[in-house]
């Protein structure tokens, strides 16, 4: 695999922070609403954005 140059580990890195953070929204939205299908569509899509956040960190 190739080197990554500093500014692709950095842009890498605020990816991954970002998955985190909609991870994590996504999560509190999901523990607050009172439909159970919304509810679980926030909570599928928390579980892939923390997925998607382990798997560019496995790639590196």
């Not at 890195?13 to 985190?20: D, L, P």
């Not at 909609?22 to 679980?40: C, E």
């Amino acid at each position: 695999m190739q080197t990554l140059k500093q500014s692709e580990l950095n842009w890498i890195r605020e990816v991954v922070s970002a998955h985190n953070m909609s991870a994590s929204k996504l999560h509190t939205y999901a523990s607050q609403v009172q439909d159970p299908q919304i509810r679980q569509m926030f909570s599928t899509a928390s579980t892939q954005a923390k997925q998607a956040a382990q798997n560019l960190l496995q790639m590196l």
